[in-house]
């Protein structure tokens, strides 16, 4: 679905990031760090400050969880 997504618009930054998170949760780190490249070169200013900053999400573990795989997956703080 990740795919398809960007697919239909390369910049598609919330499938790029899931793409990238699970990635990592399946242990494919080079994979994921190219999706983070696609999304830096597309948004360079993007952040994990950011996403904590505007991230809706009503369960923080989910969050939490997420936000380590975009470390991992080389999104800077």
């Known amino acids: ?5 960007f ?4 910049s598609d930054l ?6 990238a998170a699970v990635y990592i949760w399946q242990g494919r780190k080079e994979a994921a760090q190219v999706e983070v490249s696609e999304i830096l070169e597309a948004f360079p ?5 950011l ?3 505007y ?3 009503r369960n ?7 936000i380590e ?9």
Request: net charge positive; with cysteine.
């Open 55 to 57: 991230a809706s999400m």
């Open 45 to 49: 200013h993007y952040s994990l400050g």
């Open 60 to 66: 923080k573990e989910d969050l939490n969880r997420l």
């Open 7 to 10: 697919r239909r618009q390369a």
């Open 1 to 5: 679905m990740c795919k398809k997504g």
């Open 14 to 19: 919330y499938s790029r990031l899931v793409l």
């Open 69 to 77: 795989a975009w470390r991992k997956a080389g999104i800077p703080e």
């Open 51 to 53: 996403i904590k900053k």
